[in-house]
């Protein structure tokens, strides 16, 4: 595989979202009556889908109200959070490298995808991806798997012709549910360990390695 499509996470592997994404999940929180410590680490929030996350956070309070918690987050986040993000060092000139060098890449993140379109566009990096793709307000995408294979369909790729980078276990399982080859990035948020469990292909810590890897 010496010219791939190469597909990228978002939060976590383009950008440091973090702030902006922590921000208005306790902004969320704060608007249904919830007040969690004010150290309480919330990084496992991102990466995973929605859904997932705000399920999580409102069993903890015995809270049911996961579809207005998301909306309320969502409300938060598109107005402020969204712009609070910047580029991993490294990462944009990694891509510069591989768009020059003829990879169409791709962006496959569990974020909303008009939110997603928003945050690459403020990031400056739109005009070098082929595509952007989310999850999208009726639900269907957003497992991960289910959305790499929208892609796939989509954009006419097979397994054979691309490879997926994150770095969160749910990136490689999604691949991998595909037959995709999964590299993990080991400056995002995954937990220790949480890459290798998932059974990564391989790992990276710099955005140079991948350069490295597919240089034409």
Do not use: C
Not at 67 to 95: K, V
Request: glycine share 10%; hydrophobic share 45%; charged share 25%.
């Amino acid at each position: 595989m010496t010219n791939p499509t190469i597909l990228f996470d978002l939060d976590g592997t383009i950008a440091d979202s973090r702030p902006g994404i922590i921000a208005s999940l306790r902004a969320g929180l704060h608007d249904l009556g919830h007040t969690p410590a004010p150290d309480e680490d919330f990084t496992w929030t991102v990466g995973p889908p929605l859904p997932e996350v705000w399920g999580r956070l409102m069993t903890q309070f015995g809270d049911d109200r996961v579809d207005l918690g998301m909306a309320r987050y969502r409300e938060h986040y598109g107005l402020t959070g969204l712009y609070d993000a910047t580029l991993f060092p490294g990462i944009a000139e990694a891509i510069e490298q591989l768009y020059r060098a003829g990879h169409e890449l791709i962006v496959a993140t569990a974020k909303r995808v008009d939110f997603a379109r928003r945050l690459v566009e403020n990031l400056g990096l739109a005009p070098r991806f082929l595509g952007i793709y989310g999850s999208i307000p009726d639900g269907t995408l957003d497992d991960k798997a289910d959305l790499i294979a929208d892609i796939m369909r989509r954009e006419n790729l097979t397994a054979e012709t691309m490879v997926m980078v994150g770095d969160r276990s749910h990136d490689i399982h999604a691949a991998h549910a595909n037959g995709v080859r999964a590299i993990g990035v080991a400056w995002g948020y995954g937990a220790p360990g949480e890459l290798q469990a998932a059974g990564a292909d391989v790992i990276i810590t710099a955005p140079a390695e991948l350069v490295d890897m597919y240089r034409l």
